[in-house]
């Protein structure tokens, strides 16, 4: 007996996880940038939401803003983005995600871009992202869904959990023209990688948003009954 529809995407999933956990990590992270690389089993389950429910992935222009070590660059280009772009303000992030590119064979795939979020431009079909939480830098994470839902028809954002971050992001969001269509919650695990880290792991709730411009708003449908919507 042949594998059903949903058995072929879990496979594909946990393939996804394991190519991505190969990849490098960031060498030295920066506590001012809370910077960290996000777990390979939490890039695979973004990916997976907005590529085979929702379809933004295979064929889309892809942008990764805050890319870091360029897991959720990557792994979109392995699953068939006809473009991806991906930018980071740091340049040893980039050097590794490079080096990752090469790893997944994806190379040739993938646009990397050294600079402040200012420097983009364009229009893309999808923007997916894993900024700052803004525990360091209150209202870090402001300008990436400010630049998101400028340049993104459809937006995948991981933040913090929690009911007045949400209201926050709730409120940015329809502040530059956007709507929450759905929100995935999730928890993710951190490594020990400061020095006022206490544990080897922590792990914190986090929310998975997807974010619609207004244009796109007809397409906005939530497809799934782990998401929550908040439209």
Not at 113 to 122: C, K, P, R, Y
Not at 141 to 162: M, N, P, Q
Not at 193 to 208: A, G, N
């Amino acid at each position: 007996m042949g594998l059903t529809a949903l058995e072929r995407q879990l496979w594909r999933k946990r393939d996804l996880e394991i190519a991505l956990g190969k990849l490098e990590a960031h060498p030295r992270p920066k506590l001012a940038l809370e910077q960290y690389t996000i777990p390979a089993k939490t890039a695979a389950e973004i990916l997976f939401i907005a590529s085979e429910i929702y379809d933004d992935i295979e064929g889309k222009r892809v942008v990764d803003l805050g890319c870091g070590s360029g897991r959720l660059a990557i792994g979109s280009a392995m699953l068939g983005a006809h473009q991806v772009i991906a930018i980071d303000i740091d340049p040893t992030a980039i050097k590794v995600a490079k080096k990752n590119a090469e790893v997944a064979d994806v190379k040739e795939k993938v646009q990397w871009i050294v600079s402040d979020l200012n420097a983009l431009s364009g229009k893309f079909d999808t923007a997916i992202q894993n900024p700052p939480f803004g525990v360091r830098r209150r209202g870090a994470d402001r300008k990436f869904i400010e630049k998101a839902v400028e340049t993104a028809g459809v937006t995948y954002s991981l933040h913090r959990s929690g009911e007045r971050s949400r209201e926050f992001i709730k409120r940015m969001v329809e502040k530059h023209s956007g709507v929450v269509s759905a929100l995935f919650e999730m928890e993710l695990t951190i490594p020990k990688i400061f020095p006022f880290h206490e544990r080897k792991k922590h792990m914190i709730k986090v929310d998975l948003y997807r974010i619609v411009s207004k244009c796109q708003k007809g397409k906005a449908v939530n497809s799934s009954s782990q998401a929550r919507s908040l439209a």
